[in-house]
């Protein structure tokens, strides 16, 4: 009994040990975290006109493209990828014409803020003149560089004899105008999140406007009120009212029942004094003399 017991130890024992032995022998699979694959590294690129661009437009993102550059170091003056981005050129004027594929240059393109660069936006011929504006006449400032806006004049008279009908009158004086500046932001409008400070309400507009329009704009700030009126993008310029006539919108226009009012009458004055001294007749004999 005691040998039996002995020897199924024994083989309990060997079976453990085999089995031991067998598992160590095994392959065993190593799992590791995957490691991240590196960036990958740009190499050298200019920044080339997407398409023509001509002197004096703002240039926006898809006007503009990098351009591999294998030709040794890159130039200076050139837009290097390696030390600017795009958004350093989006927004700036192009002060001549630039062709598909062409290098831009520092020096021929101005950005918002650089002396020059509302000079470098007019359009050959043109003048950039500003009118005041508020909260009602700007649209709360929802109107930006780069829109097309009308601008109207609101007149009243305040004359006795005015007709109640003709108190006031409204005149879109100019049509298809661009606004290049509100207060002295010069960008146009982007998607995303702007700037607080720039969605505040503007109290200066500045147009673009040929030289007769710039004069008109001028009397018309002395006449009365300046509003602006903002134009759809898909207006086109041939939908614009014939330039030099002016419609007239009056208050009886507007208000049918103010033609029906008569003026206040006028106040009748009183029949001024005579300002010669009254005279004295003195008789002598046949002669008068008067005092």
Do not use: C
Not at 60 to 83: C, E, I, L
Not at 177 to 185: E, G, I, K, S
């Amino acid at each position: 009994m005691f040998l039996r017991i002995l020897l199924i130890g024994l083989v309990s024992l060997s079976l453990g040990i085999i089995g031991i032995v067998v598992v160590r022998s095994l392959p065993t699979e190593t799992v590791g975290t995957a490691e991240a694959a590196p960036a990958p590294v740009l190499g050298a690129a200019i920044m080339v006109a997407a398409k023509t661009v001509s002197a004096g437009t703002l240039i926006r993102a898809d006007d503009v493209r990098w351009q591999d550059w294998t030709a040794g170091s890159v130039p200076a003056g050139y837009f290097n990828r390696t030390y600017v981005s795009a958004d350093a050129v989006i927004g700036s004027v192009a002060r001549r014409n630039f062709a598909p594929d062409e290098p831009l240059i520092q020096g021929q393109i101005v950005s918002p803020g650089d002396r020059g660069f509302l000079a470098a936006v007019l359009t050959p011929g043109n003048r950039a003149v500003s009118v005041a504006v508020d909260a009602v006449s700007a649209a709360s400032g929802l109107i930006w560089p780069g829109d097309r806006v009308d601008l109207i004049l609101t007149q009243t008279f305040e004359h006795d004899d005015t007709k109640p009908s003709q108190k006031a009158v409204g005149e879109t004086v100019l049509t298809d105008l661009r606004v290049l500046a509100m207060d002295q932001h010069l960008k146009e409008a982007v998607s995303g999140q702007s700037d607080p400070a720039e969605l505040r309400v503007p109290r200066t507009v500045t147009l673009e406007a040929t030289a007769r329009q710039a004069e008109m704009i001028a009397v018309a700030s002395g006449l009365g009120r300046l509003a602006l009126a903002l134009r759809s993008i898909a207006t086109e310029a041939d939908d614009a009212e014939p330039a030099g006539k002016v419609v007239s919108t009056w208050a009886a226009d507007v208000s049918p029942a103010l033609a029906l009012q008569k003026p206040a009458p006028r106040p009748v004055a009183a029949p001024a004094a005579s300002s010669a001294p009254a005279g004295v007749q003195i008789l002598r004999g046949s002669s008068r003399s008067g005092q």
